[in-house]
């Protein structure tokens, strides 16, 4: 292919629709602070998510980050470590302790039969990924956390749109935490929304991504700044009304990958699972070297050499990072770590052409020994 193809590439709505949305604020001069995109967006979100609350912030790591401090916890918080580098940052910069349970090797997400084991009388929250767009088992983890009284916090980065029994992903938990970074299927350049049900939780989180200000002069807890502005938020809005298409788009690339790689030996693909509404964010690929004759790795490199990016999303385990040296245990979480080192993420973006789907699994079915 003579032109690259990378692991993502941002959705982007019409050149005028964009400058028609935010030509008003030339007039206004309202350009932050919660403005009118911000109410709009907002809005808009809580109508889509189906959420009964939506607060924005400035990207999906400070939801994650606010929200642990608005729950007021302490001690610790059991989580995976097959995960984006933020899920478990936002934990120890809020003073807490990651305490990592594995995966399931089907759908990558927390294996919930490993959960109480790990609560102690410290644990103040559990916080699952919804990897990939895969559904945690939310039914089992609410249980656990009604029987212990436990906070759920999802990273809900990867479930936009994602609906499960015929409800949003965001009506699961406490709270859910989406990102709207750029390459993500729905984004506002960066961006991110925290979505919950508590009131008292909601007041908390406003307040904090805004220096913690309550009214005009005082500042009733230390906040931060995580306010998005409101060329992002029109960003956001623009692109909420091609959101269903852009999903469509994904869903037929993610097809044609499943046609061509199902029923490889060595090969294990996402599962679909029962009752989800999928939103195809990821494409993920498990290779098992002794059935496949090649690893991920050469997988990679043979890829690259025809300027197609597949990405090792996630390696390495965030409790593998080097600023956690000799803290945590990957051994501990085995199966993670078996995925991490044999996963493949491959490109998948709603423009991404059928043809270019097909020269991907020629590939990557070339390595195949
Ligand atoms: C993208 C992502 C985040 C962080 O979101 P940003 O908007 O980039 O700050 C958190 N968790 C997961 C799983 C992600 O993929």
């Given at each position: 292919?003579?032109?690259?193809?990378?692991?993502?590439?941002?959705?982007?709505?019409?050149?005028?629709?964009?400058?028609?949305?935010?030509?008003?604020?030339?007039?206004?001069?309202?350009?932050?602070?919660?403005?009118?995109?911000?109410?709009?967006?907002?809005?808009?979100?809580?109508?889509?998510?189906?959420?009964?609350?939506?607060?924005?912030?400035?990207?999906?790591?400070?939801?994650?980050?606010?929200?642990?401090?608005?729950?007021?916890?302490?001690?610790?918080?059991?989580t995976t470590p097959f995960t984006f580098a933020s899920t478990t940052q936002a934990i120890v910069r809020n003073g807490l302790t990651p305490v990592f349970c594995d995966i399931n090797p089907i759908d990558f997400t927390i294996d919930v039969s490993k959960i109480e084991a790990l609560i102690t009388e410290k644990t103040s929250a559990i916080l699952p990924v919804h990897v990939y767009g895969n559904v945690c088992s939310v039914e089992a983890i609410e249980e656990i956390a009604r029987r212990y009284s436990l906070k759920v916090l999802y990273d809900a980065a990867h479930t936009f749109g994602v609906r499960y029994k015929d409800r949003g992903i965001a009506s699961f938990g406490d709270a859910s935490c989406f990102?709207?970074?750029?390459?993500?299927?729905?984004?506002?350049?960066?961006?991110?929304?925290?979505?919950?049900?508590?009131?008292?939780?909601?007041?908390?989180?406003t307040r904090l991504k805004n220096f913690g200000l309550e009214g005009q002069e005082d500042a009733s807890e230390v906040g931060g700044n995580s306010k998005l502005d409101e060329f992002r938020a029109a960003m956001g809005l623009c692109n909420l009304r091609h959101i269903d298409e852009n999903i469509v788009g994904r869903r037929?690339?993610?097809?044609?990958?499943?046609?061509?790689?199902?029923n490889i030996s060595g090969i294990q693909l996402n599962p679909i699972q029962p009752e989800v509404l999928s939103n195809y964010a990821y494409f993920p690929v498990v290779f098992d070297e002794a059935a496949f004759g090649a690893d991920r790795n050469q997988v990679l490199t043979a890829l690259?050499?025809?300027?197609?990016?597949?990405?090792?999303?996630?390696?390495?385990?965030?409790?593998?990072?080097?600023?956690?040296?000799?803290?945590?245990?990957?051994?501990?979480t085995p199966i993670a770590r078996r995925i991490s080192q044999r996963v493949l993420t491959l490109p998948l973006y709603s423009e991404l052409p059928l043809d270019a789907v097909d020269t991907i699994c020629d590939i990557i079915i070339s390595c195949k020994k």
């Open positions: 292919m003579n032109h690259s193809i990378q692991v993502a590439r941002s959705s982007m709505p019409a050149f005028e629709e964009y400058c028609e949305e935010i030509q008003g604020l030339w007039d206004s001069r309202w350009l932050t602070n919660m403005g009118e995109k911000h109410q709009q967006l907002q809005s808009g979100l809580a109508k889509y998510l189906e959420a009964s609350q939506v607060e924005l912030l400035t990207n999906g790591h400070m939801a994650l980050e606010l929200s642990l401090q608005a729950f007021g916890l302490s001690g610790e918080v059991i990102s709207f970074h750029a390459t993500k299927v729905f984004h506002t350049i960066e961006g991110g929304a925290v979505a919950y049900q508590d009131k008292d939780f909601g007041q908390r989180l037929k690339a993610a097809e044609r990958y499943r046609e061509r790689l199902e690259a050499a025809k300027n197609v990016y597949a990405r090792k999303y996630f390696y390495p385990l965030t409790s593998e990072f080097s600023c956690y040296r000799n803290r945590f245990d990957p051994g501990l």
